[in-house]
């Protein structure tokens, strides 16, 4: 099999394989973080609901504030290899402190707030350093060699996750994810890119990304797009694990098996991306990304019937969304570092993450208070028909005649 050119080149392989490790860890953690929560400490829905909130809640409140400060400082790389390590320092908190007996859900809401925050500072400077990578007609393959990375990790994290939580618990089984950071971080620190300069004299204004996402009607669109997709599905992430325990009666190993065997369906948008692209354009990829992602939802409210109906509804309804997911975060991916220009890049990523994240913790916490009130089921119908809306302020010209993620579009002037 060859080896994607993009791989030969050291730093971009470097940055690949942390970020491949780091990934595994996440989606372990995915399954793992929940069922501490409910199989250790015995949350309920409205807990469920906070945990969530309180590992998004950073994006809302230091996105905007990150994202200039990283334009001004730069030393994007010195950022990220940071973040890495101190995640990994406080992931690793948790199952010590369940091994002294002392871990309580205080504790697991103050690591998911402080996790979350270092997120906030490694995703507003992933861009760039991207951009720092790659060349512009690389792109689309960066961005898609990295989520089908993410895919893959999701088929075998989830998978190993679900068998970590019954053979060490569901704390033991976060060590991974410890280790994964810090391995990121290493890998990080080993890279040299030439990243954009930093720009110390216009820096200052957190106010200019989000001004510029507001000239820009493609991005625009988008914000709108990934907002209400988002929104909705995490008032479904809040209680699908809990819903899947307690209503499907499902344990942590078919849990796992089950999400890892949809997830599957990331490594088949990766590798048909580019040809998706190349096919219909990249707005129109984008577009089709977008309705892609949140319809399979439907299927898990609808779940019913014997077991192997049940898991292989879940199963095809993650399989489906994964695809969508992937073809939208390649193509949004590769309109962002086309479209933004290099002195704004960390500012339009802390202004958009803003948004686009911030509406998360508000979902989560939703979604618990659904779950608590009108029960698992019907929130999820709640989260699924909302977030099959979400594509349509892309139905618009400015997406849709988005040919190439070369070339040169007008939107890119917009004034700041």
């Known amino acids: ?53 309180m590992s998004l809640l950073p994006s809302l409140l230091f996105s905007l504030a990150a994202g200039a400060a990283i334009d001004r400082r730069g030393r994007r790389r010195n950022t990220m290899l940071i973040a890495d390590w101190i995640r990994g ?42 951009v720092a990578l790659v060349r512009p007609h690389e792109y689309v393959e960066a961005n898609a060699l990295l989520n089908g990375s993410r895919s ?58 989000a001004r510029w996402i507001a000239g820009n009607p493609l991005v625009r669109a988008m914000l709108a797009s990934t907002a209400t997709v988002n929104l909705f599905t995490f008032i479904g992430n809040a209680i699908l694990v809990l819903y899947a325990s307690r209503t499907l009666h499902l344990g942590p190993t078919l849990i796992g098996l089950t999400f890892g065997a949809g997830a599957v369906g990331g490594i088949v948008g990766a590798l048909t991306a580019r040809r998706l692209e190349h096919r219909i354009g990249l707005g129109r990829a984008l577009v089709v990304g977008s309705f892609l992602f949140p319809l399979p939802w439907l299927l898990f409210p609808a779940a019913h019937g014997t077991e192997a109906m049940v898991l292989g509804m879940l199963a095809a309804g993650e399989f489906a969304s994964s ?41 989560a ?13 019907d929130g999820l ?36």
């Open 1 to 53: 099999m060859k080896v994607p050119d993009l791989l030969r080149q050291r730093n971009f392989r470097l940055f690949f394989e942390g970020q491949s490790v780091s990934l595994l860890g996440d989606q372990i953690s995915l399954l793992a973080i929940p069922l501490t929560a409910i199989l250790v400490l015995h949350a309920g829905a409205e807990q469920l609901g906070l945990l969530t909130a």
């Open 365 to 377: 916490v939703i979604g618990g208070f659904l779950g608590a009130s009108i029960g698992l089921r």
């Open 152 to 209: 893959l990790a999701g088929v075998l994290g989830l998978t190993l996750g679900g068998a970590l939580v019954g053979a060490l618990t569901a704390p033991g089984a976060l060590l991974v994810d410890a280790v994964s950071f810090l391995y990121s971080g290493a890998q990080i620190a080993r890279t040299d890119p030439t990243e954009p300069a930093a720009d110390p004299t216009q820096s200052h204004g957190i106010s200019h990304g």
């Open 381 to 416: 119908w709640i989260a699924a028909i909302g977030a099959s809306c979400a594509g349509l302020p892309l139905l618009r010209q400015a997406v849709l005649s988005l040919r190439s993620a070369t070339q040169p579009q007008p939107a890119r002037q917009a004034a700041v």
């Open 323 to 363: 695809v969508g997911v992937i073809w939208l975060d390649i193509t949004a991916a590769a309109i962002f570092a086309q479209q933004i220009p290099n002195h704004l890049r960390s500012r339009v990523a802390g202004a958009y993450r803003t948004v686009n994240y911030g509406v998360r913790p508000l979902g």
């Open 89 to 130: 320092a406080a992931m690793l908190s948790l199952p010590v402190a369940y091994a002294l007996g002392h871990l309580t859900l205080v504790h697991l809401y103050l690591v998911a707030f402080v996790v979350g925050t270092l997120d906030v500072l490694f995703f507003v400077s992933y861009n760039a350093m991207i």
